[in-house]
């Protein structure tokens, strides 16, 4: 099977939540190794927080979009973190702040968006 044959396989078993999850955990995987990294590795820094930073636009630029169909409250509160997200962002650039609030961000929306999981007797 290429490569190709089983990404188009995977995208039509996952639902644009489960998509989203898998990125998020993605992503944050990537900030845990750059925040793990020293303050000299610019490069591999910058890569995980600008992968985190378009992520977080890209979520941005959709919940601002007039057919999202999530409740304007949620898209509001999430562009609101995109916002920090970028500010934040911009502060561990310049070394005057660490990447946990970022990690811990992402961690909460994966624990929004987690797939449900059956519980025995459901099964």
Do not use: K
Request: hydrophobic share 45%; glycine share 4%; aromatic share 6%.
């Amino acid at each position: 099977m290429s490569l190709q044959a089983y990404q188009q396989a995977a995208a039509r078993a996952e639902s644009p939540r489960d998509i989203e999850y898998r990125l998020f955990g993605q992503v944050t995987r990537a900030l845990i190794a750059a925040a793990d990294l020293d303050v000299t590795d610019i490069a591999g820094r910058m890569e995980a927080l600008d992968w985190n930073r378009r992520l977080w636009s890209v979520l941005a630029s959709d919940c601002s979009s007039p057919g999202n169909q999530l409740p304007v409250q949620l898209r509001a509160s999430i562009i609101s973190l995109s916002l920090w997200v970028n500010r934040h962002t911009s502060e561990i650039m310049r070394n005057e702040a660490e990447f946990g609030p970022l990690i811990d961000v992402n961690r909460m929306m994966m624990q929004g968006l987690e797939p449900a999981r059956e519980t025995p007797a459901a099964a």
